[in-house]
Nanobody, 115 residues
Framework: QVQLVESGGGLVQPGGSLRLSCAAS????????MNWYRQAPGKQRELVAI???????NYADSVKGRFTISRDNDKNTVSLQMNSLKPEDTAVYYC?????????WGKGTLVTVSS
């Protein structure tokens, strides 16, 4: 059974940093592409960052240079380091994996950037 459990969200001031983590289980983690998405109030869910099995990464233009995705294949975790946070980064952040054409999601963790 695929499980994705996010943690690390919270309230942070503009310019601050947060680190999100996602603990994955129930599938061959080391072989899969892992993604972070986010959904802001009233907006569609959007892809934030991707990390491939070999470590190659890709980012949405809106977070490039500020966010860093990483993975620990020994611990089956994927993380998102978020720096220089802006109010527009406020959203629920979701960990995602696509297996056999099916999408699996965690429950999400809320990030609020506000003074």
């Amino acid at each position: 059974q695929v499980q994705l459990v996010e943690s690390g969200g919270g309230l942070v001031q503009p310019g601050g940093s947060l680190r999100l983590s996602c603990a994955a289980s129930g599938f061959a983690f080391t072989r899969e592409v892992m993604n972070w998405y986010r959904q802001a109030p009233g907006k569609q869910r959007e892809l934030v960052a991707i990390i491939y099995s070999g470590g190659l990464t890709n980012y949405a233009d809106s977070v490039k240079g500020r966010f860093t995705i990483s993975r620990d294949n020994d611990k089956n975790t994927v993380s998102l380091q978020m720096n220089s946070l802006k109010p527009e980064d406020t959203a629920v952040y979701y960990c995602n994996v696509r297996l056999n054409w099916a999408n699996y999601w965690g429950k999400g963790t809320l990030v609020t950037v506000s003074s």
